[in-house]
């Protein structure tokens, strides 16, 4: 959080202990994104990312785990995320990311944009209307 203070000033943070605070705060307050931990106490990762898509369908998300983008990064996409980042990345990447969803876009490293058109086919079935990061691929979530 450290990274993000220091780079957005006049901002406000929160922060939950397990997958139900995070839900039970998105529903009392306003924000303007979601950083989501797949790895938190409580339910999975997804399955709270599935619950704030349904409950905030414009919100967005980014995923931020320690899990490697191959494991999951398609599945949090098919899932809602605006985008996906591990936490090997967060310090170089995550201003950036941050950046570039709350400007309504989405976020996929150069790492994971490299190997896209191998993960692109799980994302094809799902309607294609936003462009992604790298250029390579439109999907939408």
Not at 40 to 53: C, F, S, T, V
Request: charged content about 25%.
């Amino acid at each position: 959080m450290l990274i993000l203070a220091r780079a957005f000033k006049q901002v406000e943070f929160g922060e939950a202990a397990d997958s139900r605070q995070t839900v039970e705060a998105v529903l009392k307050e306003h924000w303007d994104l979601v950083i989501l931990d797949l790895s938190m106490p409580g339910r999975n990762g997804l399955d709270a990312l599935k619950e704030l898509k349904a409950q905030r369908p414009a919100l967005p998300v980014l995923v931020l785990s320690m899990h490697p983008e191959q494991q999951y990064a398609v599945r949090a996409f098919r899932s809602g995320a605006a985008g996906y980042l591990t936490k090997a990345n967060a310090s170089a990447e995550l201003v950036k990311a941050v950046e570039r969803i709350l400007a309504g876009g989405r976020y996929v490293s150069a790492a994971l944009g490299r190997s896209w058109p191998r993960n692109s086919a799980a994302l094809r079935a799902r309607c294609c209307t936003r462009s992604c990061p790298t250029g390579n691929l439109r999907f939408c979530g």
